[in-house]
């Protein structure tokens, strides 16, 4: 199973919104609404942002949110703050009952 | 809550196996669905295996199939991932993390990881 593929990174300036795809294929995004996102800080374990496509878990901020079309997911962050400045991931599950992860983005916020 | 602790930092020879523990509280073991997840340094997240609750079975990734073996002792809720034939690529942090399948799919809870260097 392929990594699923994001931008290596992205940036943005504070209060503006940025959006990162992840694009896969028929045997995954495409083919489930089960994409989740995480952000990662250094040295720290990944944070679930988004699950099912666009579900926020409570206690996540609704400046971020997720969509998708096809075989690319996409998270937007909107009003970027400092601390948005992470890696993010995007998962999938598969037709081979596993998941793949995306290969991260680093935000920078300018 | 579940919280998900960790075996400390290890390091290992070329050749070596090496088994971390993930410990669980705030629910048992048998009501997760545990999986392995690992970071090499400055990499993305790469998907180990875990355990699938349709099959009932422990599914590896291709790449670690023969080398890595997961396992759970349920009298103790903790989980055990061991490693084998190790190479310096395999210098990284591994998570455990559970797979939330019920109700979607995501990994809805993360241990601490485990720095694990491999190193002559």
């Known amino acids: 199973q392929s990594a699923l593929t994001q931008p290596a990174s992205v940036s943005g300036s504070p209060g503006q919104s940025i959006t990162i795809s992840c694009t896969g294929t028929?045997?995954?995004?495409?083919?489930?609404?089960?994409v989740s996102w995480y952000q990662q800080h250094p040295g720290k374990a990944p944070k679930l942002l988004i699950y099912?496509?666009?579900t926020r878990p409570s206690g996540v901020s609704n400046r971020f949110s997720g969509s998708k079309s096809g075989n690319t997911a996409s998270l937007t962050i909107s009003g970027l703050q400092a601390e948005d400045e992470a890696d993010y991931y995007c998962?999938?599950?598969?037709?081979?009952?596993?998941?793949?992860f995306g290969g991260g983005t680093k935000l920078t916020v300018l | 809550q579940v919280q998900l602790v960790q075996s400390g930092a290890e390091v290992k020879k070329p050749g070596a196996s090496v088994k971390v523990s993930c410990k669980v509280s705030?629910?048992?073991?048998?009501?997760?669905?545990m999986h392995w997840v690992r970071q090499a340094p400055g990499k993305g997240l790469e998907w180990m295996g875990g355990?699938?609750?349709?099959?009932?079975?422990?599914i590896y990734a291709q790449k670690f199939q023969g080398r890595v073996t997961m396992t759970e002792d349920t009298s103790t809720d903790t989980a055990y991932m061991e490693l084998s034939s190790l190479r310096s690529e395999d210098t990284a942090v591994y998570y455990c993390?559970?797979?939330?399948?019920?109700?979607?799919?995501?990994?809805?809870?993360w241990g601490q990881g485990t720095l694990v260097t491999v190193s002559s």
């Open positions: 099912d496509v666009s």
């Open positions: 998962t999938s599950y598969t037709t081979s009952s596993t998941p793949v």
């Open positions: 028929s045997s995954d995004v495409g083919a489930y609404n089960y």
């Open positions: 355990f699938d609750p349709e099959d009932g079975e422990t």
């Open positions: 705030g629910y048992t073991l048998t009501e997760l669905s």
């Open positions: 993390a559970t797979i939330q399948w019920l109700a979607g799919y995501y990994f809805d809870y």
